[in-house]
């Protein structure tokens, strides 16, 4: 279930003994052990334990088998749990059938299948949230504060933060507190406020080119350079970049696959999946082709890195 759905039936009293919390956005995932732990747990020194990823079947089956001491329940965490299916089997009979008094909430980044085939595991979902529930959140949390901001510059906010919850709100905090009491979050303030990393501006730069806004896609790397991004960091971001585009553009992996292979996150795989198919294949390896050319020219002091990549910027343009 989404993150919204676990959290709507906590809500209405709808309950599991074992939460399996998995996905890239941290932000969710400490979320929601915040929620259980407020909602469960007393005397936390007492009724909370949080075990090593690599504990043994005896410390695990201790903790979880603990009963509370004035407490509703008694709490077991543990962070990046993969078990091994040696490990789920001696455990097996707990996650058929878990004790009533305890919770094990168990916080993963990465999917952790034999786990979820025991229907007592509730798996809640906490990989990057869609554009709209983003808007939502962020225009939320300004009208809580007391301010107001239009959906279009909350979305803005959520793009430039690469739709990273623990950032965005990080961002929207410091938004409120520039524009001051019942003010107004508008663009400009965004544009002003929130910094864009390296890699939305590559991202950014990329989308221009795929809709023909080449003034753009140039201004962009103007702003780069002007925050102290050198010629030849930008070739080898942008060289790095339309590779994994490439890559993505022609490999019939899934999003968890490309993730592993690129050792990136899975939200940034599904860009990269939805910008590539703005290109043509041929266009993509030609690009890719360029750079690398440029890369290798830089490199070895055949060329100098700022003439290089302009003309190889252009050429990706006029060829796409």
Same mark, same amino acid.
């Given at each position: 279930m989404k993150y919204t759905e676990f959290k709507n039936e #906590?809500?209405? &009293?709808k309950t599991f003994s074992i939460y399996l919390f998995e996905g890239e956005d941290a932000f969710f995932r400490e979320r929601g052990f915040e929620l259980l732990k407020n909602k469960f747990v007393s005397e936390i020194e007492l009724n909370l334990t +949080? #075990?090593?990823s690599d504990c043994s079947y005896e410390e695990f089956l201790s903790s979880v088998g603990s009963y509370p001491f004035m407490s509703e329940r008694r709490m077991t965490v543990l962070k990046e749990f993969y078990p091994k299916q040696d490990f789920v089997k001696n455990i097996k009979e707990y996650l058929s059938n878990p004790f009533d008094f305890s919770l094990l909430v168990i916080l993963n980044e990465k999917p952790c299948e034999p786990l979820k085939k025991f229907d007592t595991?509730? +798996?809640v979902d906490c990989g990057r949230a869609d554009s709209a529930l983003l808007v939502r959140w962020i225009k939320g949390e300004c009208l809580n504060s007391g301010f107001q901001i239009q959906a279009e510059t909350a979305k803005i906010l959520a793009d430039y933060c690469l739709s990273d919850m623990t950032r965005i709100e990080t961002e929207t905090k410091k938004l409120c507190a520039y524009v001051g009491d019942g003010g107004v979050i508008n663009i400009q303030d965004v544009d002003q406020m929130v910094a864009r990393d390296s890699e939305y501006k590559i991202y950014e730069m990329t989308d221009y080119i795929? @809709? $023909?806004k080449f003034d753009m896609a140039l201004t962009v %790397?103007?702003?780069?350079?002007?925050? &102290?991004?050198t010629p030849q960091r930008i070739l080898t971001a942008v060289y790095?970049?339309? $590779? $994994?585009l490439l890559h993505a553009s022609i490999s019939d992996f899934d999003l968890i696959e490309l993730s592993n292979a690129f050792g990136i996150k899975e939200y940034a795989c599904k860009k990269l999946k939805e910008q590539s198919s703005k290109f043509k294949k041929r266009s993509l390896k030609s690009a890719v082709d360029a750079l690398t050319?440029?890369?290798y020219k830089v490199k070895s002091g055949q060329a100098d890195a700022d003439e290089k990549m302009w003309l190889t #910027?252009? @050429? %990706?343009? %006029?060829e796409n």
């Open positions: #906590l809500e209405n &009293g +949080t #075990l090593a595991v509730c +798996t795929s @809709k $023909r %790397i103007k702003e780069m350079m002007s925050k &102290g991004e790095n970049y339309f $590779r $994994r050319d440029a890369d #910027l252009f @050429k %990706i343009m %006029i």
